[in-house]
T-cell receptor, first 112, second 112 residues
């Protein structure tokens, strides 16, 4: 079983839709969870960072962590064409030399 | 804002050439990383460094070496480039005590 599983998509939605992106993981030691957004031919940029179980909101983005189910989600409300990108989940356990474990990414297209 | 820069956005090299990829960060981060990113395989860690002159192998170090002579600069070296090293190379850095990695824009390397 891979440490982090992420559906690669592609996911195509109309503008204004609510988008749900998900990752599951198997390593109980993971404590910190991140979502990165990567536009085509660019480096990943940090979008959201969470530590505890529950929800964290930032504008149109909400990150959700359920440690008991080993499941994290990113919700995008009122999606825009500019949200079209690959979304990568990442996680790390404490004291691991900061080595992140990444999902393979989900390609999202928001159609105008 | 953290800034991570990479020396080249695009690079074309011949098989057997020695290739140097440079990465510089301006936030005095202790930890720096080199990844390669390939379709369907996601981000894979090549090497990382947690201090000047210190390095550790990642998941796929074969065919690569690294150099960290100064804190702000982390170089990836392809000793003898091969066609299977054609890829997107990403550098990242993170502060000691931090959990989130900041990425550079990437170098797309083509080995002919």
């Amino acid at each position: 079983q891979k440490e982090v599983e992420q559906d690669p998509g592609p996911l195509s939605v109309p503008e204004g839709a609510i988008v749900s992106l998900n990752c599951t993981y198997s390593n109980s030691a993971f404590q910190y969870f991140m979502w990165y957004r990567q536009y085509s031919r660019k480096g990943p940029e940090l979008l959201m960072y969470t530590y505890s179980s529950g929800n964290k909101e930032d504008g149109r983005f909400t990150a959700q962590v359920d440690k008991s189910s080993k499941y994290i989600s990113l919700f995008i409300r009122d999606s825009q064409p500019s949200d079209s990108a690959t979304y990568l989940c990442a996680m790390v356990s404490g004291g691991s030399n900061y080595k992140l474990t990444f999902g393979k990414g989900t390609l999202l297209t928001v159609n105008p | 804002d953290v800034k991570v820069t990479q020396s080249s956005r695009y690079l074309v090299k011949r098989t057997g050439e020695k290739v140097f990829l440079e990465c510089v960060q301006d936030m005095d981060h202790e930890n720096m990383f080199w990844y390669r990113q390939d379709p369907g395989l996601g981000l894979r860690l090549i090497y990382f460094s947690y201090d000047v002159k210190m390095k550790e192998k990642g998941d796929i170090p074969e065919g690569y070496s690294v150099s960290r002579e100064k804190k702000e600069r982390f170089s990836l070296i392809l000793e003898s480039a091969s066609t299977n090293q054609t890829s997107m190379y990403l550098c990242a850095s993170i502060a000691g005590g931090g959990e989130t990695q900041y990425f550079g824009p990437g170098t797309r390397l083509l080995v002919l």
